[in-house]
């Protein structure tokens, strides 16, 4: 299955339509947060895929969750936009938080950097802003429990 993994936005729905039509095979969209009013936008785009989306910082007075719990393709996903881990400053607060939770992928925003690594036992991923100058975000893999990702260029070719 995969996943087409966004966040940060703030304005961008342009972008995030791009990247959507760049990979129009994947079955779920996750919006990280900082960009609810984008998502929104997107209408016909978002048909038959799976959406999920959760609040960020910028994203005042939202009905949106501040994080998601998910199982897909077996795998267990800890959705959120970051700043209430103080992710800016590590991870540590994060991984606990995954850690109680079971998940074994970490999704992530609010740093607008992307990354895309396995470390302390579990998978954590930001997709980088979909919003700027450079917009990215992640395309994420789940195969038979197993999990791959990248991080990728909406304006250019994949890095």
């Known amino acids: 299955m995969r996943i087409i993994v966004f966040s940060d936005s703030h304005g961008g729905a342009r972008c995030i339509a791009e990247a959507l039509m760049m990979h129009p095979e994947a ?3 996750i ?3 900082d960009g609810e009013r984008d998502m929104a936008a997107l209408g016909s785009l978002l048909e038959g895929k799976r959406l999920i989306a959760v609040s960020g910082n ?6 949106l969750p501040a994080e998601a719990l998910e199982d897909i393709g077996g ?3 800890l959705c ?3 700043h ?3 992710v800016k400053a590590g991870l540590l607060r994060l991984s606990y938080a995954a850690q109680e939770e079971g998940a074994q992928v970490v999704l992530f925003g609010h740093t607008h950097i992307p990354f895309c690594e396995q470390t302390m036992g579990r998978w954590f991923i930001n997709p980088g802003a ?4 450079a917009p990215t975000c992640a395309v994420v893999e789940l195969q038979n429990g197993t999990v791959s990702c990248r991080i990728v260029s909406i304006s ?3 890095k």
């Not at 910028?58 to 009905?63: E, G, K, V």
């Not at 979909?130 to 100058?133: F, L, M, Q, R, V």
């Open 27 to 29: 079955q779920a969209v």
């Open 130 to 133: 979909c919003g700027g100058a």
């Open 75 to 77: 795998v267990r996903i």
């Open 84 to 86: 209430r881990y103080g």
């Open 31 to 33: 919006h990280l947060g």
């Open 156 to 158: 250019e070719e994949e």
């Open 80 to 82: 959120t936009h970051g």
């Open 58 to 63: 910028c994203d005042l007075y939202s009905d």
